[in-house]
Structures are given as structure tokens and as C-alpha cells.
T-cell receptor, first 109, second 115 residues
Framework: RKEVEQDPGPFNVPEGATVAFNCTYS??????FFWYRQDCRKEPKLLMS???SGNEDGRFTAQLNRASQYISLLIRDSKLSDSATYLC??????????FGKGTRLHILP | NAGVMQNPRHLVRRRGQEARLRCSPM?????VYWYRQLPEEGLKFMVY????????ESGMPKERFSAEFPKEGPSILRIQQVVRGDSAAYFC?????????????FGDGTRLSIL
């Protein structure tokens, strides 16, 4: 299993729909995880941190499944502005973190 | 409260020249990371530095690339004798310290184009 693996997509979802995607990781010792979003040709921006079972922030919910070693990101009532690439981030030893290659999301009007 | 500052935003060099990319971390952050992103690809870790120390350079090419984070001033990523394949976006990130709970915050990046 790769250290961090994501479905590259693209996910084409109509506006207002709910979409979810997963990220699997191989290091069972990882304690915290992050979701970043990256818009085309821009820098990654921190979206959510996931430290325990999950985290919710408005329309966004991140969940952690330690037994199966994956984290998920759920977006409800999707907006056009949610179109981006979503990067899963898993810390490794020390401060080194591993970025997934990202899942591309297109919200369709 | 300024974020991570990178300059220049865009840098054009001819093959064989040197490129210097600068990064000032967020205030209070002592850890700096450099990443490279090729078009349509993911972020690739290059190097992790603390003040005056390189902690992990496992992602840095062995030749032509070097990085420093001096006691005073910004972190510098230096690419000597650039080639076309060095064209990419180079992102710098910083974090306040150790521990897995510390997310990294990114600068706007430097887009390097090699003619």
C-alpha cells in the first residue's frame, strides 16, 4: 500500500449535491491528518484537521477510520466555489508530512 | 499578521543560469519546508529546515539544488545551472514547531520558467 493514496477523480457533481471521497494511508502510527484544498495554480490551503474520530465545519465533515486506515471528506450542499483539488495529508515521522496526489472535484451548475 | 511570504512570484531564467527562491515563514514559525509541483502533478517534498539546520533533504536532487535557512533572513532555495526540467511551481510552507498536530501553512509559490 502506498503511504497516502487518493482517487484522482475527477468527480463531476451537480451543484447542491453531496460528495465524499476517501484517502487511505499505510502508517498506522499516524495520529493526525489534514485536508487541504488547492485551486488551479494556487497554493494549498488548510481546510480541516482531523485528530480523533472526526471533525465538522459547516458543510464539511472529515472522518477518520483507524481500523481501516482511511480518512474521508464529505461536502454537503456543494457550491460552485468548492471546485478544486483536495489533498489528503498524513504526517510521517518527525515533521515530515506526505501529501496525496489529490482528488479533483468539479461542481457543475 | 503576515502569512508565508515567497518571492519572486514568477522567475524566468535561461538554461545554465542560477535561480534563487526566497521564503519568509509566518511570524513565530521556525520550521520551513520546500515543495515542488510540476504541472498536473502533486506536491513533492524537497527539504525541511529549521534555523541554520537542514533536518531532512531526502527529496532534494543531489546535484545543483541547495537550501538554507540562516539565523537572520529568509530561507533560500538555490538551483544552479538550471535546465528545462526545473520549470515548476516551488512552494514554501512553515509550521510553528514539532509534533504531528502542527499543520503547515503555504506561501503563494514561485513559478519558475526555464527558457
Amino acid at each position: 500500500r502506498k503511504e497516502v493514496e487518493q482517487d484522482p477523480g475527477p468527480f463531476n457533481v451537480p451543484e447542491g449535491a453531496t460528495v465524499a471521497f476517501n484517502c487511505t494511508y499505510s502508517n498506522s502510527a499516524s495520529q493526525s491528518f489534514f485536508w487541504y484544498r488547492q485551486d488551479c495554480r494556487k497554493e494549498p490551503k488548510l481546510l480541516m484537521s482531523v485528530y480523533s474520530s472526526g471533525n465538522e465545519d459547516g458543510r464539511f465533515t472529515a472522518q477518520l477510520n483507524r481500523a481501516s486506515q482511511y480518512i474521508s471528506l464529505l461536502i454537503r450542499d456543494s457550491k460552485l466555489s468548492d471546485s478544486a483539488t483536495y489533498l489528503c495529508v498524513v504526517p510521517r515521522r518527525g515533521d515530515k508530512i506526505i501529501f496525496g496526489k489529490g482528488t479533483r472535484l468539479h461542481i457543475l451548475p | 499578521n503576515a502569512g508565508v511570504m515567497q518571492n519572486p512570484r514568477h522567475l524566468v531564467r535561461r538554461r545554465g543560469q542560477e535561480a534563487r527562491l526566497r521564503c519568509s515563514p509566518m511570524k513565530g514559525h521556525s520550521h520551513v519546508y520546500w515543495y515542488r509541483q510540476l504541472p498536473e502533478e502533486g506536491l513533492k517534498f524537497m527539504v525541511y529546515l529549521q534555523k541554520e539546520n537542514i533536518i531532512d533533504e531526502s527529496g532534494m536532487p543531489k546535484e545543483r539544488f541547495s537550501a538554507e535557512f540562516p539565523k537572520e533572513g529568509p530561507s533560500i532555495l538555490r538551483i544552479q545551472q538550471v535546465v528545462r526540467g526545473d520549470s515548476a511551481a516551488y512552494f514554501c510552507a512553515s509550521s510553528p514547531g514539532t509534533g504531528q498536530n502542527q499543520p503547515q501553512h503555504f506561501g503563494d509559490g514561485t513559478r519558475l520558467s526555464i527558457l
